[in-house]
């Protein structure tokens, strides 16, 4: 629990404190001194009796009572240390920068571990080991420059890098950012990204709290518990955006399914930040971006007018917006001609506005009027102004300095002139104003903040997470008794296809008609009941096409007895599968298991467009409606689904009610490790599923209880969320039926 003594301190000693700040424990020492903490600072060093002019303890037990330490001392020092603050000394907030702890061996885990006992028993918060420390509007608790500019309503920044913090920090500073919080959490021993989304969710007031929260972040221990708490604080008004590193995949996964080889934690980490509502970033410089646009009133619509006196910026600028999905309307009639009789000749009101290297404050003021009350077809403006160095541009800062608080719509300021305006910039910036300095870089930050979707966990589900769904949430539609059944009754490995269409119809997937035949006569006579054409795959084989045990459009009793003779002395294959042909598009959904994320659902089109384009759409399960129809509608080839040149489409609804069936499946199974139905075939009228395959993977549920324990450890988290979802699925299923 993170708590007051951590965050509001009366008092701190620096454990480790210097004279020499280039050295941790000096300059933290030298930051408290400079940063006009209220209450009592102390030192101890034992080598010096006076440091940064302050009386210095040779040791902690000579200390008085005090409520937080910040430690720059060796590792192997830190228990015998922290035990004497913790123990004897009332010291609840603990602030380890050292390192030599977990990050480096199991000397050091041990260690680490014995620090978070002794803090843990007696309510204390740690943050570190291996950290570049905590600031907030309290206190500078940090070794690091530069300092924030710092407000109570500026952003809370997470971050698990302290190095990587440090240059962020740099970036945003530049662009005019506040901050309210710093929480460098190092090794994560006890208190963690999670900790701090869910103290920030816990305490939110509307009234006092920061609405802007940025993550950097290298490991998600808990993502049910992460995407509780970033959701929540989403519904509440925050806005977060997150860079998360670390998700690329050395080599490539051996899996069965087309799921499974186009999954990796990097797609379940997308679908996590997606499904919290949360911006994702790739570099600092985008974070900071995406953070200066959180700064500015939110964008409602996606029609922007581009402001600007250069033309280049300007293209470029309409490139990156209209490359992401905004809109540039063109603006004409009687309102532009009355803005373009106030402007100088030769300027253009069109969209992008062009007011010209010539133009003045004045007319900038009448363009940003204009488009705040004359053109409704525009939902905001991005203003590009520079400067050769010729004149200062106050007039034209001030100009929009006044309008970015008096419009309603908002206006993002573009300033490139870093070096020729660069008092002007700056006094912009003291003012309370975030700038952007790159025009693409804004263009592309702003088409993604705008297509960031909501939170789509549901608001009064408080036990949520991203791997379980409520059995009462499930569709009508599905029969958990019967999937209960036949996943209570398999073994480890692949279903057989009776099973596979049992689980399937369960759910409320339509399956073509088919049936499993040992012998060329009961082929024949299947194929006949069925009606021609028929299709013919082996069973056995999990890639039945890769040794030509899949045979089509079969339509007459010669064929099926030729194919069943040729298909039966493939290697493994134990029987043949008949269905009827059927026609229509071919789609595909799967899902795979994703260790401790739970299950990701992937859907889009069959064929060649997963085959080769692998034109995929993802979510974490349980997945709603409104994801669903999110996801295929995000697809590349979403136009053939609606249907082009007066082709057929696919039953969008259908689509997205099998998607969901998946999901639902998913947390009525949660044994399920990996699934795909490929092909689907969709028409305007609805979706069979014509071919399917599961292997279904054990489960340890015993292995939840340690999930506490484990800590970070994956299998705990994973065995936990699913063994939870088991019970629920058992307990539940009788009152949740079809």
Not at 114 to 137: A, K, M
Not at 138 to 155: A, D, M, Q
Not at 421 to 446: H, Y
Not at 673 to 688: C, R, S, W
């Amino acid at each position: 629990m993170i708590n007051a003594k951590l965050l509001d301190p009366k008092s701190i000693v620096v454990v480790g404190g210097s004279d020499d700040v280039t050295k941790a424990g000096g300059k933290v020492l030298k930051n408290l001194l400079s940063g006009g903490f209220p209450g009592d600072i102390y030192v101890v060093n034992p080598k010096a009796p006076v440091v940064q002019g302050l009386k210095a303890f040779a040791d902690v037990s000579l200390l008085p009572r005090t409520d937080l330490a910040v430690i720059a001392v060796q590792a192997r020092y830190c228990p015998g240390i922290v035990r004497t603050l913790a123990t004897e000394k009332g010291t609840g907030g603990v602030i380890i920068l050292s390192a030599g702890f977990g990050e480096e061996n199991e000397e050091g885990a041990a260690l680490e571990k014995e620090l978070v006992e002794i803090i843990s028993s007696t309510g204390g918060t740690l943050i570190g080991p291996n950290c570049i420390g905590f600031l907030n509007n309290n206190y500078h608790g940090v070794f690091t420059e530069p300092i924030p500019r710092l407000s109570p309503k500026g952003i809370d920044f997470i971050s698990g890098s302290g190095a990587t913090a440090v240059f962020i920090l740099e970036t945003a500073i530049t662009g005019g950012l506040p901050f309210s919080s710093v929480w460098s959490v190092g090794n994560s021993a006890q208190t963690g990204v999670e900790d701090v989304l869910e103290h920030l969710d816990l305490t939110f007031d509307a009234l006092t709290s920061s609405r802007i929260i940025l993550l950097y972040i290298e490991n998600i221990a808990d993502p049910q518990r992460f995407l509780r708490h970033s959701s929540s604080l989403i519904r509440k008004g925050c806005r977060v955006a997150a860079i998360k590193a670390g998700s690329s995949e050395a080599g490539s996964r051996a899996a069965s399914s087309h799921t499974g080889a186009m999954a990796s934690p990097d797609t379940a980490v997308d679908g996590l930040l997606r499904k919290a509502g949360i911006v994702r970033c790739y570099s600092r410089t985008d974070l900071a971006t995406v953070a200066a646009l959180f700064t500015y009133k939110p964008l409602k619509g996606k029609r922007i007018a581009v402001v600007t006196h250069a033309g280049g910026p300007a293209v470029m600028l309409t490139d990156a917006l209209s490359e992401g999905g905004m809109e540039i309307p063109r603006l004409s009639g009687p309102s532009a001609e009355r803005l373009l009789e106030k402007l100088f000749p030769g300027s253009s009101v069109s969209n992008p506005v062009d007011f010209l290297a010539t133009g003045t404050a004045e007319q900038l003021g009448h363009i940003l009027d204009a488009c705040e009350k004359d053109f409704e077809e525009i939902d905001a403006m991005a203003v590009i102004f520079g400067s050769p160095g010729l004149f200062p541009v106050d007039d034209v800062y001030n100009l929009l300095h006044e309008k970015i608080r008096s419009c309603k719509k908002p206006i993002y300021p573009i300033l490139p002139s870093v070096i020729n305006v660069k008092r002007e910039i700056a006094d912009f910036i003291s003012r309370g104003n975030a700038i952007f300095t790159d025009e693409v870089l804004f263009g592309r930050a702003l088409c993604r903040v705008n297509a960031t979707p909501a939170p789509a966990v549901p608001e009064k589900r408080e036990d949520v997470t991203a791997g379980a769904s409520d059995m009462n949430d499930i569709s009508s539609r599905t029969d958990i008794r019967v999937i209960r059944d036949v996943i209570d009754g398999a073994a480890d490995g692949y279903l057989t296809p009776d099973k596979v269409g049992l689980l399937l119809r369960a759910t409320g997937i339509k399956t073509v008609p088919e049936s499993v035949v040992t012998s060329a006569g009961a082929a024949v006579r299947t194929s006949a009941t069925m009606g021609y054409p028929v299709v013919m795959k082996v069973v056995g084989p999990v890639h039945k096409s890769d040794i030509g045990g899949v045979s089509l459009n079969i339509g007459n009793e010669e064929r099926v007895r030729t194919e069943y003779a040729r298909m039966m002395a493939l290697p493994e294959v134990t029987a043949i599968l008949i269905q009827k042909m059927i026609t229509g598009h071919e789609l595909f959904c799967g899902a795979t298991r994703e260790g401790r994320f739970g299950h990701l659902v992937m859907a889009g089109m069959g064929g060649i467009f997963i085959e080769v384009f692998k034109d995929v759409a993802t979510a974490l399960a349980p997945v709603s409606d409104m994801e669903a129809r999110a996801m295929i509608r995000s697809l590349k080839a979403y136009k053939i689904i609606k249907g082009v040149r007066g082709a057929d489409g696919v039953s969008e609804e259908a689509f997205v009610r099998v998607i969901t069936a998946l999901s639902d499946l998913l947390a009525a199974a949660p044994e399920i490790a990996e699934m795909d139905i490929n092909p689907l075939l969709g028409t305007p009228d609805g979706i069979v599923a014509v071919d399917a395959r599961i292997r279904v993977g054990s489960l340890q549920p015993s292995v939840g209880s340690q999930n506490q324990a484990a800590g970070n450890s994956e299998v705990g988290s994973l065995q936990s969320s699913v063994g939870s979802q088991n019970q629920a699925a058992g307990n539940r299923g009788a009152s949740v039926k079809k």
